[in-house]
């Protein structure tokens, strides 16, 4: 029988272009089939004014080359897309990637070929791949999600997606453009957008809690100080739960969380953490993550400070999050978002009292007013964990689909294996750290670990893996249990990590919160009982 490669990975983010390189170094043929024009992931699609990252660059690159890391030079505290991008490039030029790469070629569906243990990959191109193994660098935040109003197809104006961002540019000078969606990337968005539109309009559903980045230049000396140390500076990002030491620069990290508990703070104290720590007041106690009244006490801190900042009180009280509470959502980093409100030419609909009620051609009307635009941005989030592997005709053994068996919520050993899948890995998947460690930093070690199971298959002569039930089930167990009594999983909360922004998505918190560490020592742990959890063949 013929292969196209020993392993197909879809997908040339981050995670594939790793795997690539890690999976060629061990002598296999890798072939890695992406969808779109160009590598980089999110880094490629996520293409639209402000978009940024918001882990310190330093610490959002790999570590496995210590020569990368001394030759690459980062100019931001925090990078921007089209610096990562460049970074993911390079990548791509520096270690030969592109040659086994084929681009414009999305993965549509993958039948699992039980008589040769081998899967079949079908692409949009028309053309089919064979290989023994599978890896899923489908990404954690790449299949976006998009609303549908009506009347959006009779708008006569442009609509762009963030997380879809053309690549040629897109006319918005001059512009009444209007913005949906407030979380990470309209946040980011909003303030660039604001600098260059006529008139910018808001619509916001749920307000977000976001800080600012303080992002600045890197100082060839601090640039060369963290490189002097970056071996310590990794070990530290390997050992530290989210894969971030936090010590390269970004301000928000600084804040120490210490002993104090706000419930037994004095009202002098909690205007003294504002006067010193302005947003990340609400940041530094010890009793916010566990305990709802001290939540809701550090909520009013940050309330505070958008009260001082946006000059309109009415303007400013829609700002206000309210209804969940701190930490169930990822933070927002942002560059002047609450200032921009206090622009004439910047507005805000608040969704909650004024609810959108159809596209038009010439503008959104809403419940109580019709607004004028030329432009529409998306900044309306993805289906995020799963959507990209459920968006792909995954069929496993007995011509089971991977949708129909996640319809409940999806359910993986350690993130990396599905029962029903055989020979299948996922990269960053639920059940892993995922969202919740920086990816650079998790994919070395989890691909790493991956790459290494293959090695042991392909040299044990075994041609089919796939997770044990039982093993699945205990994981999932697991996974739910350290999640619960957290601000992830609190009842008010509705966050895209427990599906929640995608309707009829079931409500499952979907990475694992145990922490980058914990998650390793387990996979180390199986791997050195011989794959326990795993049956091979
Ligand atoms: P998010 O964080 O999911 O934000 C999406 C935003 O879009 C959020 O404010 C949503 O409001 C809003 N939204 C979604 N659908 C609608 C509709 N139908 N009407 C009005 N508003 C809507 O996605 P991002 O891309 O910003 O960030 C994702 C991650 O990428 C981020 O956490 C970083 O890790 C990078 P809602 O909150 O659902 O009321």
Not at 78 to 97: K, T, V, W
Not at 502 to 514: D, H, T
């Amino acid at each position: 029988m013929l292969l196209d490669a020993d392993v197909v990975v879809v997908g040339a983010g981050m995670c594939g272009l790793y795997a690539l390189k890690v999976l060629r170094d061990q002598g296999l043929r890798v072939l890695v089939l992406e969808k779109g024009s160009g590598v980089g992931g999110t880094w490629f699609w996520n293409r639209y004014p402000g978009a940024r990252c918001d882990i310190p660059s330093m610490e959002y690159s790999f570590g496995f080359d210590p020569e990368l890391e001394q030759d690459w030079e980062w100019t931001e505290h925090f990078a921007s897309q089209p610096e990562i991008e460049r970074y993911l490039n390079h990548l791509a030029d520096r270690y030969d990637l592109r040659r086994d790469i084929r681009l414009s070629t999305g993965v549509t569906a993958m039948t699992f070929d039980e008589d040769t243990d081998t899967w079949v990959f079908d692409t949009e191109t028309g053309e089919q791949f064979r290989a023994r193994f599978a890896v899923m660098a489908t990404g954690g935040l790449s299949a976006p999600y998009r609303p549908a109003w009506p009347g959006m197809d009779t708008f006569a104006g442009r609509i762009v997606q963030t997380s879809l961002w053309p690549e040629e540019p897109v006319e918005l000078e001059g512009k009444r453009i209007g913005i949906v969606g407030t979380g990470s990337s309209g946040v980011q968005a909003i303030p660039e957008l604001a600098k260059v539109a006529d008139h910018l309009t808001v619509f916001q559903r749920t307000a977000a809690f976001t800080w600012p980045s303080q992002n600045q230049p890197l100082s060839d000396d601090a640039q060369a100080a963290i490189k002097a140390r970056y071996r310590e500076l990794r070990a530290e990002q390997y050992a530290s739960f989210t894969g971030t030491a936090g010590t390269t620069g970004a301000v928000i990290f600084a804040v120490p969380t210490d002993d104090r508990r706000i419930l037994d703070s004095t009202h002098e104290e909690r205007v003294d953490a504002i006067e010193e720590h302005g947003f990340s007041a609400c940041r530094i106690w010890s009793d916010t993550a566990t305990d709802l009244d001290a939540n809701a006490m550090a909520v009013e801190l940050f309330h505070e400070m958008v009260r001082r900042t946006v000059k309109d009180p009415e303007v400013a009280d829609s700002l206000l999050p309210r209804g969940y509470p701190l930490g169930c959502k990822r933070p927002v980093l942002d560059a002047g978002y609450f200032e921009t409100f206090n622009l004439d030419h910047v507005s805000l609909v608040d969704l909650r009292k004024d609810p959108i009620q159809e596209v038009t051609a010439t503008g959104i009307r809403t419940e109580h007013q019709f607004i004028e635009l030329d432009v529409l941005v998306l900044a309306t989030g993805f289906d995020a964990m799963t959507g990209a592997l459920t968006r792909i005709d995954v069929r496993g053994r007995d011509g089971r689909l991977l949708r129909d068996d996640w319809v409940g919520g999806p359910r993986t050993y350690l993130g990396i294996g599905i029962v029903g899948y055989p020979n299948m890995f996922v990269c960053v998947g639920p059940g892993s750290p995922g969202v919740l460690a920086t990816y650079p930093t998790q994919i070395e070690l989890q691909v790493g670990w991956i790459s290494e199971f293959v090695r042991y298959l392909v040299e044990h002569d075994y041609t089919r893996v796939e997770a044990d039930l039982a093993a699945q089930d205990t994981w999932g167990e697991h996974v739910n249990e350290v999640a619960r009594g957290t601000m992830f999983t609190a009842e008010s909360c509705n966050s895209w990590y427990l599906g929640a922004n995608i309707e009829g998505k079931p409500r499952v918190f979907l990475p694992y919160v145990g922490g980058l560490p914990n998650y390793m020592a387990r996979c180390n742990e199986v791997a050195a009982q011989g794959y326990e959890g795993f049956v091979l063949s």
